[in-house]
């Protein structure tokens, strides 16, 4: 079963940048579209973007368009958020998850099968 590790996080300045890493583990991570995910304090989870199997992304929050890219390297079974000109409204813990395209419907709501454990974002003012 997919296993999937987040790294990276940290604390930076306003207007600094941060590259985080998912690895997928115990699968490979081919097959799957990867979504990134953030919540901050008192916030609902937030998905980013999501990146299909061949690298192209689809952004689903504005206020990251323009500052946040996603890659992936799929012989490294590695999927990459780099951030730039980061903001204290960045401030939250990010998540990876798989499969953003494909997720299963309960209750009207999208479940992602596969989630790393998170990384801290902290954007200091």
């Known amino acids: 079963q997919l296993q999937l590790v987040e790294s990276g996080g940290g604390l930076v300045q306003t207007g600094g940048s941060l590259r985080l890493s998912c690895v997928a583990f115990?699968?490979?991570?081919?097959?799957?579209?990867v979504g990134w995910f953030r919540q901050a304090p008192g916030k609902d989870r937030e998905e980013i973007l999501c990146?299909?199997?061949?690298?192209?992304?689809?952004h689903f929050a504005d206020s990251v368009k323009g500052r946040f890219t996603a890659s992936r390297d799929n012989a490294k079974n590695t999927v990459y958020l780099q951030m730039v000109s980061l903001k204290p409204e960045d401030t939250a813990v990010y998540y990876c998850?798989?499969?953003?395209?494909?997720?299963?419907?309960?209750?009207?709501?999208?479940?992602?099968?596969?989630w790393g454990q998170g990384t801290q974002v902290t954007v200091s003012s």
């Open positions: 990146i299909n199997r061949i690298g192209r992304s689809t």
């Open positions: 998850a798989a499969d953003c395209l494909s997720p299963r419907v309960e209750g009207g709501k999208y479940v992602y099968d596969y």
């Open positions: 115990r699968d490979t991570l081919d097959p799957f579209a």
